[in-house]
């Protein structure tokens, strides 16, 4: 069974909208900016056309799965105090930070080596040179 969510809310001076999906277990978060503020055609419009083409991180042990079926009264009620109270969620907040994290060492680690390739390249045609600069004297 898989659950997702979409948080919608303003960081200056775009609005913002956080995906949340939980499918087996296992946690995903994306985050797209839609710009100006979406309506909610818009956003349904996104959610049916878009929705996977969206880049979710790297999945994660989900902590709390629903594994009881909820009255669907009941969830809509949830859903409604959600909306009454917009905060963004720092569970997909930690996990966007962690997939950041987790791709910016990656690619230091690839310019790293990238460098350390360029430099070996560029001693070997310093010897090279060297080299003809003294060959037939």
Known sequence: ???GKLTVYFDPP???GIFEKTENGLYQTAKHVFGAEPSEPELLKFVLEKYPSVAFSRPVPAENV???????????????????NPCRSTRAQE????????NARERK?????ERQLENDHK??????RRAEKHRGH
Request: glycine share 0%; proline share 0%.
């Open 14 to 16: 775009y609005w913002v």
């Open 66 to 84: 629903l594994t009881e079926k909820v009255n669907y009264k009941r969830r809509m009620r949830e859903i409604r105090a959600e909306m009454r």
């Open 109 to 113: 680690l690839i310019s790293k080596e």
């Open 1 to 3: 069974m898989m659950e």
């Open 123 to 128: 001693y070997r045609l310093r010897q090279v």
């Open 95 to 102: 996990a966007l930070q962690k997939e950041y994290e987790i």
